[in-house]
């Protein structure tokens, strides 16, 4: 797959985000063709010990389906995703906004933007102000 080590460096940067405290969230979108899933909303929860993982908001056409993952399942289930049905990944983060695209050819790229968000998500600044990362 052309595409899996600039997704590798993509989630990287997702994993580089979250130790930075600039995390907002990260959003599965533009499927190929008419899927029953529609998108994919990844967001950063606490735990118990004050580590974190990911909560995963699968949104199919008829359902909604929650499920956590820890940061190495959560590269996984992402993986999945990729081709399956998803081309674009968004990693949005105070510092600027962060594009996975696979193309035709299978070929991965990342792009930078301006930031979308200009405030980190609540879990991040939770974790910020409790000193965890």
Same mark, same amino acid.
């Given at each position: 797959?052309?595409?899996?080590p600039?997704? $590798?460096? #993509?989630?990287? /940067?997702v994993?580089?985000?979250?130790?930075?405290g600039t995390f *907002?969230k +990260?959003t599965?979108a @533009? =499927?190929?063709?008419?899927?029953?899933?529609? $998108?994919? #909303?990844v967001? /950063?929860?606490?735990?118990?010990?004050?580590?974190?993982?990911? *909560?995963? +908001?699968?949104r199919? @056409? =008829?359902?909604?389906?929650?499920?956590?993952?820890?940061?190495?399942?959560?590269?996984?289930?992402?993986s999945s995703?990729?081709?399956?049905?998803?081309?674009t990944?968004?990693?949005? =983060?105070?510092d600027n906004d962060?594009?996975f695209?696979?193309n035709k050819?299978n070929?991965?790229?990342?792009?930078?933007?301006?930031?979308?968000?200009?405030n980190?998500?609540?879990?991040?600044?939770?974790?910020?102000?409790k000193?965890?990362?």
């Amino acid at each position: 797959m052309l595409y899996q080590p600039i997704f $590798n460096e #993509f989630y990287e /940067l997702v994993k580089d985000s979250i130790s930075k405290g600039t995390f *907002a969230k +990260l959003t599965l979108a @533009k =499927t190929m063709g008419d899927t029953e899933i529609k $998108n994919v #909303f990844v967001k /950063l929860n606490i735990l118990e010990n004050n580590t974190y993982n990911f *909560a995963f +908001l699968t949104r199919y @056409k =008829t359902e909604e389906i929650e499920s956590n993952h820890s940061v190495e399942e959560a590269f996984v289930v992402l993986s999945s995703y990729i081709k399956n049905p998803f081309l674009t990944a968004l990693l949005f =983060t105070t510092d600027n906004d962060v594009t996975f695209k696979v193309n035709k050819k299978n070929v991965g790229s990342i792009i930078y933007q301006n930031p979308t968000f200009k405030n980190v998500s609540p879990v991040m600044q939770e974790m910020i102000d409790k000193k965890t990362i």
